[in-house]
């Protein structure tokens, strides 16, 4: 088992940053990756930024690359989302989740891989 708690979501102007947390426990050293989702009011779930748990290869979606950063700290078994020049577009509940089954990076991107999510943190911005 693997909990997973979200932080750091709210309000920001266009242009602005915002750093979502996402503190783990349990079983972390399970997880094969750790990801950041997204959904926006009446759309689909995507997929955001992923990071191998073990070595730290990152991954992106390409409306984020360049302007979202993932990172993790092993020794706090945290995962964080620096997001910097935000668009009205981001506007979206943000969702972490970890991967225990997966090893290979062709699951990292779809949220089927991901077994343990948390409860979201709200990310809006404003124009």
């Known amino acids: 088992q693997v909990q997973l708690v979200e932080s750091g979501g709210g309000l920001v102007q266009v242009g602005g940053s915002l750093r979502l947390s996402c503190a783990a426990s349990?079983?972390?050293?399970?997880?094969?990756?750790m990801g950041w989702f997204r959904q926006a009011p009446g759309k689909e779930r995507e997929f955001v930024a992923a990071?191998?748990?073990?070595?730290?290869?990152?991954y992106y979606a390409d409306s984020v690359k360049g302007r979202f950063t993932i990172s993790r700290d092993i020794a706090k078994n945290m995962v964080d989302l620096q997001m910097n020049s935000l668009k009205p577009e981001d506007t979206a509940v943000y969702y972490c989740?970890?991967?225990?089954?997966?090893?290979?990076?062709?699951?990292?991107?779809?949220?089927?891989?991901?077994?343990?999510w948390g409860q979201g943190t709200q990310a809006t911005i404003s124009s």
């Open positions: 989740a970890a991967n225990t089954r997966y090893s290979s990076a062709n699951f990292y991107y779809s949220s089927n891989a991901y077994d343990y």
């Open positions: 990071i191998r748990w073990s070595v730290g290869t990152t």
């Open positions: 349990g079983r972390t050293w399970s997880s094969y990756s």
